[in-house]
């Protein structure tokens, strides 16, 4: 299975933004876990990160002829950016939206995701772990045996 790992705006900061929120793990550290995970797993993950709303489109787009699902955290996207939910509808490949902090416990305008009404479910507040959640989803949904 393939998965493309595709982080949004501010994420590349992991480490030194917020650490109170996001924690004191960098991006590297996140991706190197996710490696570290796909061990054990018959999973091959591929990242990307950028901080502009045309290259998440883009890579949203190239990514289903390439990989078998896509794990997104849209950054603050999430909560306006109505072009990436019609990205994410205009492939047919998998998405699973993750959120590193519990978006909501913190201000309003997180509590809601424009974007995961186009996805196949969201995974929200386990911090990194999240993203190992949301593979295993993936996968699990990939693989066709979801119950
Ligand atoms: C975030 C939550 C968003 O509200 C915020 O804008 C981010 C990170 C998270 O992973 O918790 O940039 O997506």
Same mark, same amino acid.
């Given at each position: 299975?393939?998965?493309?790992?595709?982080?949004?705006?501010?994420?590349?900061?992991?480490?030194?933004?917020?650490?109170?929120?996001?924690?004191?793990?960098?991006?590297?550290?996140?991706?190197?876990?996710?490696?570290?995970?796909?061990?054990?797993?018959?999973?091959?993950?591929?990242?990307?990160?950028?901080?502009?709303?045309?290259?998440?489109?883009?890579?949203?787009?190239?990514?289903?002829e390439r990989?078998?699902?896509?794990?997104?955290?849209?950054?603050?996207?999430?909560h306006y950016?109505?072009?990436?939910?019609?990205?994410?509808?205009?492939?047919?490949?998998?998405?699973?939206?993750?959120?590193?902090?519990?978006?909501?416990?913190?201000?309003? *305008?997180?509590?809601?995701?424009?974007? $995961?009404? %186009?996805?196949?479910?969201? +995974?929200? =507040?386990?911090? *990194?772990?999240?993203?190992?959640?949301? $593979?295993? %989803?993936?996968i699990h949904? +990939?693989? =066709?045996?979801?119950?």
């Open positions: 299975v393939k998965i493309l790992v595709l982080n949004g705006p501010n994420l590349n900061r992991l480490g030194v933004r917020e650490p109170a929120v996001y924690g004191k793990k960098t991006l590297k550290d996140l991706e190197e876990d996710l490696c570290q995970f796909s061990k054990n797993e018959k999973v091959q993950f591929s990242f990307f990160q950028s901080n502009h709303e045309g290259d998440v489109i883009d890579a949203i787009h190239d990514a289903e990989f078998d699902g896509i794990i997104l955290n849209p950054g603050a996207f999430t950016s109505y072009a990436i939910r019609d990205a994410i509808s205009s492939v047919s490949i998998p998405v699973v939206e993750v959120h590193i902090s519990n978006v909501h416990n913190r201000e309003s *305008f997180r509590h809601h995701s424009v974007t $995961a009404p %186009a996805t196949i479910g969201q +995974i929200v =507040g386990f911090g *990194f772990y999240g993203y190992q959640l949301a $593979a295993q %989803a993936l949904h +990939i693989r =066709g045996n979801e119950g």
